[in-house]
């Protein structure tokens, strides 16, 4: 048994002061973070030498104040929340200033430039974000090539549970990122597979495969799988809302249909997207009219139309012309108090002023992950 | 381009207190990690109400003192390390006590229960580290079910590129972890698939298909993908060495042989691990003797062998089986600062009064993921 604490401790050589702190507590694990039975959570972090410990979690609002810790006698600084609902959490722990992750939660995310630390709070939506003991869909990060855009380029692919060992054609739907996200985020920040997962095991969603793209046409992946290296991921990138992703979205449809036994009817096709993504899907079904019967726009971006593509060209028409060759659910989702939420009500007004037939879901909240997640809860079902 | 700066700054909130100092440095961006041409590297931390600030990274010993941060009068720490060969590294940023990663790298891997931040150096072994442009295989996150262990088991699978477009059948090397590591260990802190992608595109390794199973059969999946739920991980696990990732390794290699165009001849098959999973590619290479014709033990951990599993008996019996179906390469790698180079050596001089053939690589340094990606490095060029 020696040797091999041995190989524990040269690994984990980090976190050994934490641990020593942690024995010094009358050998109680020191943890964090502790979901209490009510939904709060307990914050603690060791941290004797510290002034000042403060956590900032996406459950509180924009303009509050992060919550300060109290430190005991032994130098752990603790806090704990009010009850929260059942989600998936982000936050921060922010030692004298510096802002890092809990010292003592290793699950993490990267969203953008900010990498946090995940909590889930059970017994509501966040159980459909936790992986259960259910049947798991496969998730494959793939390469295709485009020529649209003269590149190859990084794409996630869920599988559900029994596609490989099926003849089947399964229905696909493409799932796309906000102008912070890529290929990772509906993964990661999005909890796709989990939902897809836990939902498809219930029976209320249909097995489907689901495509990830990179809706940044500028770079060729994700930060840190591109060949350009580990670079501090750079936002905005230049190529948003320019048409590329619409303009060469049939490059990523013909690859998966010749790598994927999925259907190709506009019955079995769909397209959704967040924010930018939401923006790319409404031009990707009206620029390809007749190919998807689903699509789902969540807090769409629709301000900003340029007009240096043929993608943003004539829209009303291709809108008359994918109305003329019918679909069966055009979704939009929005929280009240999204700041794009004038934006898409006008939007709306446009599709209503041409008799443009959709669904539309309002609900509480902003521009969030935690609105992103719930919606596509809401419109898996709907599919196919 | 407002309501985008908008999106930014919701999703980023928690880095704006750090970005808002690096403005206060005449609007010079603050980077950090910095690597310098001479392979050095410059660690920037805003910390203004630290006290203290320093780096612990793993090109220093175990013994080293973490390395002082100095700070400047606009609050921003920094040091520079002195010329680093060329690898991956992984590092933390201790705020007054408190160990965490560096607040302007998005760059990461956890290991075991740590999560570091990563830097690479390069202009040496750390550019087969670094993602290239090059042709890139398939990473895909799939599960099992194995009846020898009654579970549904996760695995990550790399197919090189070009495998979907083929009808070819591949060579397979099954790749296993050390005892704290997991399916994802060869992924981050191995960096198999960017080793793969580059030495492949060079030519230099054949085009084979990597099994990455996940060593611990009491688990089904790493920290965080599994049922389990976001746990702290617990080690030692109280499945090491009990034979039961060998007893049931048949399941995963009949699951890949179905599930994937590989070879299955002797010929086409290997099987290679560091510590804990060197020890288990010895058993397994001893136990279906005539399978493999190729396997790496990568400082294995040699000491331990319990008597409970058919899996540890009359092994001296079971390599002479082995060395009589034949096989083509056995090697063991190890460092000379390694805390089992003398159980290796044991191992070793029992293997030699045997007669068994053994190809035997020794290098400098110790138990370490810069050591196991540099065997990986020399091992492959030797298969199929």
Known sequence: ???????????????????????????QALASPIVNADGSITFNVAAPSANDVKVWGNWMGQGDKPLSLAKDSDGVWSVRTSALPSDMYSYSVIVDGVTGLDPLNVYT???????????????????????????????????????????????????????????????????????????????????????????????????MVVVMPNGHTSIE??????????????????????????????????????????????AGTGVAGLSMGGFNASNISANYPGEFDYVGLFSPGMRRTPSKSWVFDNLASKRKTQSEKGYKLFWIGIGSDDFLYDDVKRYRET??????????????????????????RIFLPKLF
């Open 1 to 27: 048994m020696r040797i091999f604490t041995a190989i524990i401790i040269a690994a984990t050589l980090t976190i050994n002061a934490q641990e020593r702190l942690a024995e010094g507590r009358a050998r």
């Open 109 to 207: 995310l990267r969203d953008i430039a900010s990498v946090t630390s995940i909590v889930i709070v059970p017994n509501g939506k966040g159980d459909d974000y936790a992986v259960k003991d259910v049947p798991h869909g496969t998730v494959s990060a793939r390469w295709y090539r485009t020529d649209s855009l003269d590149m190859t380029r990084r794409i996630n692919v869920y599988t559900p549970a029994g596609y490989e060992e099926s003849d089947e054609k399964y229905p696909v739907l493409y799932l796309l990122h906000g102008m912070g996200g890529d290929e990772e985020a509906w993964l990661t920040s999005g909890r796709a597979a989990q939902i897809l997962d836990n939902m498809i095991a219930r029976g209320e969603v249909k097995p």
């Open 221 to 266: 992946a994700a930060p840190g799988y591109g060949s350009e290296g580990m670079k501090r991921p750079y936002t905005p990138l230049p190529d948003f809302y320019n048409g590329d992703m619409e303009r060469s979205f049939g490059d990523v449809m013909r690859w998966v249909e010749s790598n994927y036994r999925v259907r190709t009817d506009a």
């Open 351 to 376: 599709l209503d002023s041409e008799g443009f037939v959709y669904e539309y879901h309002e609900s509480a909240g902003g521009h969030t992950w935690s609105n992103w997640r719930d919606y596509l």
